[in-house]
């Protein structure tokens, strides 16, 4: 079955740090990798696209990584600002469909 | 580019009452869009997936009668919740799929902000 699991399911840190969200699949074969930021009450907004091919893409303060072998991502987020409180999704296209298997996503809150 | 809105952002009805929502791609034609619905802290689930000028494909165990979708043309799509229940409360998101930007990246959806219902 496809499935999309992510780690951890909430975290909370102080505003400048770092930290890594991850993301473990079972999707086999997909055709891409995303990362979303989903704020509350809207809408899901793209970070980073992979294909099966790509191991890592970066969007300013976040870097996503992919490991294909192993069947997992992880979003790592530098220097933290209050606005990247958000849920963060990871989504896998798996190939021959156009559907999305969503994540369980990480609910991430930053503190002054 | 690839901006999708939805209207209403925000709407509550009495219970028996019907709801359109509409979610329109702004700047690109989309043959294809789709539906989702979000409880709270849940991920989002697709509900049923719309092409211009033909049916919706729905999902299992959602109830085509309820959900009324259209997709007239290329760039508005829109969801009917008939005769609305307090259970159908939920954040309603809908994405549509500009093919001419996909290249490399194959199935690129573009997420609208949600539609926040709310039956009474």
């Known amino acids: 079955k496809n499935q999309v699991e992510q780690s951890p399911q909430s975290l909370i840190i102080l505003e400048g740090k770092n930290c890594t969200l991850q993301?473990?699949?079972?999707?086999?074969?997909?055709?891409?990798l995303r990362w979303y930021k989903q704020d509350t009450g809207r809408g899901p907004v793209s970070l980073t696209i992979?294909?099966?091919?790509?191991n890592t893409k970066s969007n300013g303060r976040y870097t996503a990584t992919l490991d294909a072998d192993t069947k997992q991502s992880s979003l790592h987020i530098t220097a933290s600002q209050l606005s990247d409180s958000a849920s963060y999704i990871c989504v896998v296209s798996p190939s021959g469909t156009y559907k999305y298997i969503f994540g369980t996503g990480t609910r991430l809150k930053v503190l002054a | 580019g690839a901006v999708v809105s939805q209207h209403p952002s925000r709407v509550i009805c009495k219970s028996g009452t019907s709801v359109k929502i509409e979610c329109r791609s702004l700047?690109?034609?989309?043959?294809?869009m789709f539906w989702y619905r979000q409880f709270p802290k849940k991920s989002l689930m697709l509900m049923a997936t719309?092409?211009?000028?033909?049916?919706?494909?729905?999902e299992q165990g959602v109830e085509k009668d309820k959900f009324l979708i259209n997709h007239a043309s290329l760039t508005l799509s829109t969801l009917t919740v008939t005769s609305a229940h307090p259970e159908d409360s939920s954040f309603y998101i809908c994405?549509?799929?500009?093919?001419?930007?996909?290249?490399?990246?194959?199935?690129?959806?573009?997420f609208g902000p949600g539609t926040r219902l709310t039956v009474l």
């Open positions: 993301c473990n699949y079972t999707v086999s074969p997909f055709s891409n």
């Open positions: 994405s549509a799929r500009d093919y001419e930007r996909e290249g490399l990246y194959y199935n690129e959806q573009f």
């Open positions: 700047d690109f034609q989309a043959t294809t």
């Open positions: 992979m294909t099966f091919s790509e």
């Open positions: 719309s092409n211009e000028g033909s049916k919706a494909t729905y």
